[in-house]
């Protein structure tokens, strides 16, 4: 109780007794803690940064990006739970792949969506960070990590509206767009949402 209202005081988000999205509190307090404890002095131009780097260029970008990271973060909560994925974006007329990486510390499982995910591939692991097959749960109703995982990784297919604009092509373009974990943390935390 003394925590919340420490938080609260610091966040109205958290004020009362409503119930709020797990994932806005968790981020909330890694953030607050790194910017507390964080040992370097950012500065407004770093000159470490390429503005105009060639966004296809994935060795470069990440390169540029763990610098850029490394100049502003360092503190035991970066060091504990900060790790790093790639979202990838793929224009369907080109096939040009543009590179984006950022930093995460958790992994949200929407477990409704995980399953109906699960069910439409009909529990086929295409994604499977393990070397085995999981054979002791084989019920579609149910879900388990490795179906978590696998959702994380799946392809999305944006199209029509949700098209995007490819420098290549020079025009809207649908696109495939997936991510994954380039890095894990040392502490990585799951938060599995059942609404």
């Not at 797990?22 to 404890?37: A, G, P, Q, W, Y």
């Not at 966004?55 to 504990?80: A, G, H, W, Y």
């Not at 995007?164 to 502490?187: F, H, K």
Request: hydrophobic share 35%; proline share 2%; with cysteine.
């Amino acid at each position: 109780e003394e925590f919340k209202n420490k938080i609260s005081k610091m966040n109205d988000l958290f004020a009362g007794i409503a119930a709020n999205d797990s994932k806005d509190l968790v981020n909330f307090i890694i953030m607050t803690l790194h910017e507390e404890l964080n040992k370097v002095e950012i500065v407004e131009q770093n000159n470490n940064y390429i503005p105009n780097i060639d966004q296809t260029n994935k060795v470069l970008i990440f390169q540029n990006f763990m610098q850029d990271f490394k100049n502003r973060n360092k503190s035991i909560i970066s060091d504990l739970f900060y790790a790093i994925n790639c979202n990838i974006t793929k224009c369907g007329l080109c096939k040009t792949e543009i590179f984006n990486y950022q930093i995460y510390f958790f992994l949200l499982f929407p477990l409704e969506e995980v399953r109906k995910f699960k069910n439409q591939y009909n529990g086929f692991n295409q994604f499977n960070p393990f070397n085995y097959q999981n054979n002791f749960i084989n019920n579609n109703n149910e879900v388990n990590i490795i179906d978590c995982f696998n959702y994380n990784q799946k392809v999305n297919y944006m199209s029509g509206e949700n098209s995007m604009y490819c420098n290549r092509c020079r025009v809207n373009c649908d696109c495939s767009m997936w991510t994954y974990l380039v890095t894990g943390p040392q502490i990585l935390m799951l938060l599995f949402n059942s609404g």
